[in-house]
């Protein structure tokens, strides 16, 4: 199976941008539709951002549309999750997740987390006022 190992999270000031790295590597074939999500303490894990093997599907959670973006380069099996305008509740433990089945990627309100089997360890965001 893959294997996922997400980058670039950190604190930031309120308005400001990062853009989060998910690395795969191994079997990157059985990659069929990746996902980011996000648990902020005390919360469940909320799935934020959807984006097909090919690149073309894509679906985002209401509460980041607009702000966030996500998109991929297969040849260097990674995904990115862009995020602009943060806000103080965007603070959380953000994790990139794999799914096998393209069809995962087609939820309208963004991917749910029961529909992935392929999880990094996350990496942190913080944002500040």
């Known amino acids: 199976q893959v294997k996922l190992a997400e980058s670039g999270g950190g604190s930031v000031q309120a308005g400001g941008s990062l853009r989060l790295s998910c690395s795969m590597s191994?079997?990157?074939?059985?990659?069929?539709?990746t996902g980011w999500f996000r648990q902020a303490p005390g919360k469940g894990r909320e799935g934020i951002a959807a984006?097909?093997?090919?690149?073309?599907?894509?679906r985002y959670h209401d509460s980041v549309k607009g702000r966030f973006t996500i998109g991929r380069d297969n040849g260097e099996s990674m995904v990115y999750l862009q995020m602009s305008d943060l806000k103080l509740e965007d603070t959380a433990l953000y994790y990139c997740?794999?799914?096998?089945?393209?069809?995962?990627?087609?939820?309208?309100?963004?991917?749910?987390?029961?529909?992935?089997?392929?999880w990094g360890q996350g990496t942190q965001v913080t944002v500040s006022s």
């Open positions: 191994e079997d990157t074939d059985s990659d069929k539709c």
């Open positions: 997740a794999s799914s096998t089945i393209w069809t995962k990627c087609l939820t309208p309100t963004g991917p749910r987390p029961g529909d992935f089997s392929v």
């Open positions: 984006i097909s093997n090919d690149g073309v599907v894509k």
